[in-house]
Structure formats: structure tokens, C-alpha cells
């Protein structure tokens, strides 16, 4: 009946006209969905650009801290994704305190919370469901097979966006974090945010804090945007990573503050074996704009599960406060693959243990069938810009005895020292490149090309 153009348009206009009218019941009664226009909910959630909005509240929301509400968000969630196709939708989360358990994604969908919005994590695990491990790792990170779903997840989704007014999702880690200090678990901790097999992805302007382990994690998928998150955890909370884009492709994360118990920013792309059968690798990305505190670990760290490869990485205007390194390059043999065309300039850091560190003998295998032939390339890696204080050592490179990481490139680089700091200042084995206006000078394995040699910065834009 419905077969000429403008009569399909009449057709979807007139869906449309009933949407933002019609009040939905649901076949067990158990909940009423008001869809309405954008404009008839909070001001600051109407110009995010979808046709059919609803509040948590319409599901029985209950913002208590105490009542659950994970039957609330999964319902909400799977009655407005019948909206995908017309417009999409958003679900808004307003002022207190949801207690939940795990939810899923939809496409075509926003997540949307208020300033005083706070989700708070379960710590029941019954409400987490244990789903497979990620086939480019093989078993967990914390235990052998399984791990449990995180607690804002999605998988094989297009268009979806978590964004707000600074509103905060809790994990109420510590339960987790003892756990795993005593050996307790029997499957790997959840993540706050994982988005799989996805592509057209936002996360931005919200507050996560106390992850029971890593905090955002898009994994498999591309044309992905983490932006002005503010992500806080203690920083003896264990693998309280901030942001790990793995094997992803065109991804930029900007105007972020990360106080973290591990890595700011971890790039990977697969554990050994698993990572490079499955064989997809991070490229395109774009790190800038970065605030980093990070005592026992990185502001950035490139692997160390790289299995899948990682590309064409570009990191500035970044900065490092109290951590124990700007960017460090984690592998060793069985990792197999390469990390290569990194690109970092204009770094600011400041309490630093030290500057530069890669290291080919980073152990932690997921069990003993990797490959003792799979040696991973390092090659032209560049730094150019960096200004640190207070700092212990400036640089410790070492590659893989007999496959030296090549290609390394350090220029326009001032690190003043600390107080005690390490007599010798540079540790180099199994490396080589170039130096340029380095100090202090480094060994002799970085060749000294003078002044007037600067390390390269592409200055083109990826196409996200």
C-alpha cells in the first residue's frame, strides 16, 4: 500500500505525530512509557538531537540509592529502541541516586544524565551477568575463562551516545578491588562502560568514579569520541584504568582529567596468541587535551596486550602531574605484531619517576601456548616538545635482546631533575634513533643530530 516515496514519508510523519502524543502501556502492565518531544523534558537534554525522549521515571524509577533499578533502565532502554528508525531516541536520568545492575545499549539512542544524577553500581553480584571472554584475549584479565558483563554495555550498536551535564556513574569498586586483593573472583572484574562491535560511538561530559576495574572500554569498533570525562579512582585501586580504546579504528579522546590506580590512557588491541589470530589493530587515534595523575603508572601506555597491532597514535597538548611515566610502551616476546607511527608533542609534565620507558620484557602471558617466535617491531616512534620537572630518571629504553625497537626519534625535550634523582639519568639497550636539544643528553644509542633536527608530528586529520 505504502510503496511511492512521498507516501512513505506521510507514513513515517504521521508515526512521528502519534509518538510524541500517544502514551504506550506495556503487554505485563509493569510499565508506562511516555514518549514525548525532546522539549517537554529537562531544558539542558533538548538539543541532542533525537525525536522521542522518556525519564526513568516513567519505568518506575525509584532514585533512592537503596531500590533497584535495573528492571527500570532495561525496560526503558528496550521500549524506546523501537524508535531507531525514527529519529531515535533518549532515555534522561534524572536528579538521585539509581542503584543497578548491569543494562543494555540500543542503537540510534542517547544516555542522558542531569548535573545530579548519579548511577550507582550494584554490589550484588547477581545483577551481573557473566558473559564470554573477549575472543582477541582468550580468558579474563583477572581469572581464567569468563568474565562479568560491565555495568553500562552495549554490543553491535550504531549511533549511541552517553553524555550529560557532568551527571556521575559510581562503581562502588571497593567490594571488587578486596575481592582481588584476597584472590576471591572467579571470573574478571566489570568495566564501568564497554562498547563492542560498534561504530559511531560518544561518550562525554559525565563523572566516573571507583570502577571496579578498567572505566571505558571500546573495544572492536570505530568512529569513536570519549570527551570531557572526568574519571576518578583512588590511586592504589587496582587496573582502575581510565580510558582503553582496543582494536579500534578512528577514535579521539579529549578534554579529559583522569586520576587513576593504573594507566590514564591504555591502547591495546589483543593478548599474544589470541590478539593475533584475531587480528584487528588500533589505528587512527587521537589523544589531546589530557590531564593525567597516575603515581604507579602511565599517563599513557601503549599495550601491553598489543597483539593485534597498534598504528598511527597522535598524542598532544598532555599533561602528566605525580605519575611514574609520560608514555610507555609495554610488549615482550609471544606479543607478536608492532607498534609503530606514534607521534607525541607538546607534553607537560610535572613529578614525574620518569619521562620516556619502553620496555620489551613485559611479562604476563594469558597462559603458556604463546609463541616464543612472535616478536613484536617498534618502530618510528616520536617525541618532540616536552617540558617535565621534578623528575627521578629520564628515560629507560630497552627493546628485545636481538630486535632492537628502531625508528625512535626525541627532540626539543627539558627535564629538570629532582632532588635524588638517578645517577644514571638514561638506560638504553636494544634501541636505536635520533636526539635532538635533549637534556639532560641522552646515551649514546639516541644519536646526537643537533639542534636543528625536529621529530616528526603529521599535521593532517584523520577522517572522523
Known amino acids: 500500500m505504502w510503496t511511492t516515496p512521498g507516501r512513505r514519508k506521510v507514513y513515517g510523519d504521521i508515526l512521528l505525530l502519534l509518538g510524541i502524543l500517544l502514551v504506550l502501556v506495556n503487554i505485563n502492565g509493569a510499565a508506562i512509557l511516555k514518549v514525548r518531544g525532546l522539549d517537554s523534558l529537562d531544558d539542558s537534554a533538548a538539543g541532542c538531537g533525537r525525536r522521542f525522549s522518556a525519564s526513568l521515571t516513567d519505568f518506575g524509577g525509584v532514585g533512592d540509592g537503596v531500590t533497584s533499578n535495573t528492571m527500570a533502565f532495561q525496560t526503558a532502554i528496550d521500549s524506546l529502541s523501537q524508535f531507531a528508525s525514527y529519529g531515535g531516541s533518549l532515555l534522561f536520568v534524572p536528579p538521585g541516586k539509581w542503584l543497578t545492575g548491569s543494562f543494555n545499549l540500543t542503537s540510534h539512542f542517547t544516555l542522558y544524565l542531569h548535573k545530579d544524577a548519579t548511577i550507582l553500581a550494584s554490589q550484588d553480584e547477581n545483577e551481573w551477568a557473566v558473559i564470554d571472554p573477549l575472543p582477541s584475549y582468550g580468558r579474563g584479565r583477572d581469572a581464567a575463562g569468563g568474565r562479568y558483563i560491565s555495568l553500562i554495555f552495549g554490543t553491535n550498536l550504531t549511533d549511541v551516545v552517553i553524555t550529560g551535564e557532568n551527571g556521575t556513574v559510581d562503581g562502588q569498586g571497593v567490594t571488587w578491588w578486596d575481592k582481588f586483593h584476597k584472590g576471591e573472583l572467579k571470573y574478571t572484574r566489570p568495566y564501568l562502560i564497554e562498547i563492542m562491535y560498534s561504530q559511531d560511538v560518544q561518550i562525554s561530559n559525565i563523572t566516573l568514579m571507583n570502577s571496579p576495574s578498567w572505566n571505558v572500554h571500546p573495544v572492536y569498533s570505530s568512529n569513536v569520541v570519549v ?59 587521537v589523544i589531546r587535551r589530557l590531564t593525567c595523575i597516575s603515581p604507579f603508572s602511565a599517563v599513557i601506555a601503549l599495550g601491553s596486550e598489543m597483539s593485534g597491532g597498534i598504528e598511527d597514535v597522535r598524542a598532544e597538548d598532555i599533561t602528566g602531574i605525580n605519575s611514574e611515566s609520560a608514555v610507555r610502551i609495554k610488549t615482550a616476546v609471544g606479543r607478536g605484531n608492532y607498534v609503530k607511527d606514534i607521534y607525541v608533542r607538546r607534553m607537560s609534565m610535572k613529578t614525574m619517576k620518569m619521562v620516556f620507558w619502553m620496555a620489551g620484557n613485559y611479562g604476563s602471558h594469558p597462559d603458556n601456548d604463546y609463541d616464543p617466535n612472535a616478536i613484536p617491531v617498534i618502530q618510528n616512534i616520536n617525541f618532540r616538545d616536552v617540558v617535565a620537572e621534578n623528575v627521578t630518571m629520564a628515560g629507560r629504553l630497552e627493546g628485545v635482546p ?63
Open 402 to 464: 636481538g630486535h632492537p625497537f628502531s625508528g625512535i626519534c626525541i627532540s626539543n625535550v627539558t627535564i629538570e631533575l629532582a632532588k635524588k634523582p638517578k645517577k644514571v639519568q638514561w638506560n638504553c639497550s636494544e634501541i636505536s634513533g635520533v636526539s635532538s636539544d635533549v637534556t639532560p643528553k641522552p646515551c649514546n644509542l639516541l644519536m646526537d643530530q643537533g639542534p636543528e633536527n625536529t621529530c616528526n608530528f603529521p599535521e593532517e586529520d584523520f577522517p572522523l
Open 227 to 285: 570527551q570531557g570525562l572526568t574519571i576518578l579512582a583512588p590511586v592504589t585501586s587496582p587496573n582502575t584504568d581510565g580510558i582503553n580504546p582496543d582494536s579500534c579504528t578512528n577514535t579521539r579522546i579529549e578534554d579529559c582529567y583522569i586520576v587513576s590506580g593504573d594507566d590514564c590512557i591504555a591502547v591495546k588491541s589483543g593478548w599474544d596468541q589470541y590478539g593475533i589470530k584475531f587480528g584487528m589493530p588500533t589505528k587512527q587515534l
